[in-house]
């Protein structure tokens, strides 16, 4: 569609020189439609210390074999995390925290973070959410190719225990 855009270009995680680029695009409508597509959720049950928790993620053109988890409590103490590979990139890190409060969960590939990690993590009675508790990130948000899916995630905490739209 015609408007003004701003073209972002990278090569190994660096700008090029001149970007970003501002875009002026002239024409008209492709005639395409945008669809908007809306997802209720149920808001997670609080984590307490002493039980279970795991997460499943997508981590595409990762390796099993380099993947790691790690959780650090308030205090800062870390621990590894059982690391359980399931199929096409979804693998499924599990930990059983000891203490409430905010934890963060580092999960590395080949050492190095992935694309969001470390991540925060609450764990006992959860404060009052708000639009600033959210947080966006992943490889669909950090580059794309046109025609293909692009994933990301979302995170949020939503103490009053609503639906949280993603």
Known sequence: APGIYILNVRFSDDHVP???????????ASGRTRETLTKQMEAAEASVPNKLCEFILQIP???????????ADPSGTSELCDVMDLEDFHYKIMFTPKATGTHTLSVRHKGMHISGSPFQYSVGQLNLGGCHKVQVGGPGLEKGEAGMPAEFKIESINGAGRRVPV
């Open 18 to 28: 001149g970007s970003p680029f501002l875009l002026n695009v002239g024409g008209s």
């Open 61 to 71: 053109g990762t390796n099993p074999f380099d993947m790691e988890a790690a959780v």
